[in-house]
């Protein structure tokens, strides 16, 4: 089955640092992806979606310019979170599909980066 | 606002159990629906995709009902084990090239 890489699985920074987490799609060609947030007991959030070569389309309440994302090519998205502090602490999903008869429509996600801003 | 909302929010049962998680949508024009596993600290396991055109599918223990025009949909595991202890999330898109609106969530405790 399709596989979804995420690294690093866990991070820990100091306030006023940056983060970068990325997202790779191993066997197929990742057309959209998606970057997920889910604090404690919470449901995932949306945060943003980034088609390949283009900019990413963040959702409302989503900083843009505090979390970049990068999707240059169609196996690696990048999320970079910029100037962390601690309420940024929180697990960051990624998600991709892609345009095969093995991936069409399904999503398949990363195993997720939790990031503890100190 | 398209909302997917799961009943109940935590599930204890004794193993061997059969039981039905339930998954409640509010717009009936969604595109597929997905119902996911994940295991604390751990990104998400796609269990069971059905098309908007089906009304159920069926992988293992897992079978997995879709009804559009009440807005449900109920994920059932036959003779529950201490292994599907997780939290069961579902997810809809509603329209086909929107990301996911994901429910909350059920935590299921199976205890052996």
């Known amino acids: 089955g399709a596989v979804v890489s995420q690294h690093p699985s866990r991070v820990i920074c100091k306030s006023g640092t940056s983060v970068k987490i990325e997202c790779r799609s191993l066997?197929?060609?990742?057309?959209?992806m998606f970057w997920y947030r889910q604090f404690p007991k919470q449901s995932l959030m949306l945060m943003a979606t980034s088609n390949e070569g283009s900019k990413a389309t963040y959702e409302q309440g989503v900083e843009k310019d505090k979390f970049l994302i990068n999707h240059a090519s169609l196996t690696l998205s990048t999320l970079t979170v910029t100037s962390a502090h601690p309420e940024d602490s929180s697990f960051y999903i990624c998600?991709?599909?892609?345009?095969?008869?093995?991936?069409?429509?399904?999503?398949?996600f990363g195993s997720g980066t939790q990031l503890s801003v100190l | 606002k398209q909302e997917v909302t799961q009943i109940p929010a935590a599930l204890s049962v004794p193993e061997g159990e059969n039981l039905v998680l339930n998954c409640s949508f509010t717009d009936s024009a969604i595109y597929n629906l997905q119902w996911f596993r994940q295991d604390p600290g751990k990104g998400l396991t796609s269990l069971l995709l059905?098309?908007?055109?089906?009304r159920e599918q069926t992988s293992g223990r897992l079978n997995a009902s879709l009804d559009k025009s009440s807005g449900r949909s109920t994920l059932y595991i036959a003779a529950s084990q201490p292994g599907d202890s997780a939290t069961y999330l579902c997810a809809a898109p509603f329209s086909g090239n929107t990301p996911l609106v994901f429910g909350k969530g059920t935590r299921l405790s199976v205890i052996a």
């Open positions: 998600s991709a599909t892609g345009t095969g008869e093995a991936t069409n429509e399904k999503l398949f």
């Open positions: 066997d197929f060609q990742a057309t959209t």
């Open positions: 059905i098309q908007s055109s089906q």
